[in-house]
């Protein structure tokens, strides 16, 4: 058969003269997905006109954030630059030097983004901040005391309830009870604020620090994600339940309505100390579709997970895995749309401590296809870019206006690059590079 791909007039002529019967028209689907349909079969087909308005995107600019001396987040206390910049693709070199700010003493790294202004619990724990990042100063916007619950700066887990609603949760001083507070972003004002309901399993003494919390609009539910933990020597070698929980929340009355427990062997979830103030560990794909990133505890290391729950559903899928071939701790995802997934991820090489570090030069990019279950390793110049040291923070940023990737890495060999992929070539170009010295953490995506 003849195949040539015509448009719909075209082919609406070779129908209405009795020409189609070899020819094909290809058509592309809202999904991505490219279908094949023989002309003589156009009466089965179903034209919409597309009234969709296009997407318009405010004008941006990116954030560069780098620490010196060593990787940063979780609380290691190092100098943190932001300088900003308005393109990462051009082959230029970065230098931090009298250019940017340092912000580690008053305000921390791990925030929230929206629009063109940040969000957090600055260092002093006492209040909300409003900032924004402007001629490579932090400016304040707007303040907030602490009204009844307070947070410590660092470890807290946030949503999104609407544009201009934002709900921060964690463990209250004592780790035995989990708090919640409503913000006003515009003025920040507290607009509510409480506690959960959900208590201390018997035999356990304390909650994860801040667990993860993710919203779904379509029904108006939270799901907080979190474990009980029993107290050990020190912070790092407490106890915690085999399982963890998925608390299905009223978004508008906080009631917690179910209390689930995830029943396959998964440790937790990625990012239960600092919720996603450093990376994304939860995405919804196009169907409604939840999915998190969680790991388990192996007598190797720590191996990644892709849980789901499904739409209308208020527990994991049994048995299901979205991160194949797993060699290490996954550590980020970002949902780039059509079942495409980047994420971060570290090579634990069978347990070998030395991969495991926050400096160690074992964390590397790869897409995720979750539609055909594959994993592929992101690749310059025909060879794999080389590992990456730095755990804690989000080093790549997706640009939907542009459809590309900014992706930043710290090899062993090389001074900190930033390279660009382009999602729908599956191109990977080199863009800026950091001057040696300064240890890459964070793009960031912000609004003019």
Known sequence: MKKIILTLMAVMAFCLNGSAQNYVMKVTLNNGDVKEIPANDITNVTFVKDSSTPVEYAPYHFDLVVTIGKQGGMGRNVPTIVQSRDKLSEGATVDFKNVGAEINSTYTMETILKGKYYYQVPVSSDRFSKLQ?????????????????????????????????????????????????????????????????????????????????????????????????????????????PNFHVAVINAETMAVEQDNINTDKVAEMAG?????????????????????????????????????????????????????????????????????????????????????????????????????????????????????????????????????????????????????????TGNVSKGVDVVEGYYFEQIRIVED
């Open 133 to 241: 990042f402007k001629g490579n100063q932090m400016e304040v916007v707007q303040e907030q005391p602490f009204v009844s619950n307070t947070y410590k700066s660092r470890n807290y887990t946030h949503a999104w309830l609407n544009d201009n609603t934002l709900l921060l949760m964690a463990a209250n001083g004592g780790k035995d009870a989990i708090v919640w507070t409503k913000l006003n972003a515009d003025d920040m004002r507290v607009i509510d604020e409480g506690t959960l309901s959900t208590k201390l399993l018997d035999g356990y003494d304390s909650f994860t620090t801040t667990g993860i919390v993710a919203y779904r609009k379509s029904d108006n539910k939270l799901f907080y994600f979190y474990y009980n933990k029993k107290a050990g020597t020190t912070s790092m070698n407490a106890t915690n339940e």
């Open 272 to 424: 239960s100390a600092y919720g996603e103030l450093l990376q994304q560990t939860v995405f919804f794909d196009e169907d409604d579709n939840l999915y998190l990133a969680a790991f388990d505890k192996t007598s190797v290391g720590e191996e990644g997970k892709l849980l789901r729950i499904k739409k209308g559903e208020y527990n994991f899928e049994a048995g299901y895995n979205g991160f194949p071939n797993a060699d290490g701790k996954l550590l980020t995802v970002q949902y780039l749309g059509n079942g495409k997934v980047f994420i971060y991820s570290r090579f634990d090489d069978g347990g070998n401590k030395k991969n495991t570090a926050i400096d160690s030069y074992s964390h590397y990019y790869s897409l995720l296809d979750l539609k055909a279950g594959t994993r592929t390793r992101m690749s310059f110049n025909g060879a794999e870019i080389p590992y990456s040291s730095g755990r804690f923070a989000q080093r790549s940023a997706y640009a939907p206006a542009e459809n590309k990737v900014y992706f930043g890495v710290n090899t062993e060999t090389a001074a900190p690059s930033v390279y660009v992929y382009d999602v729908a």
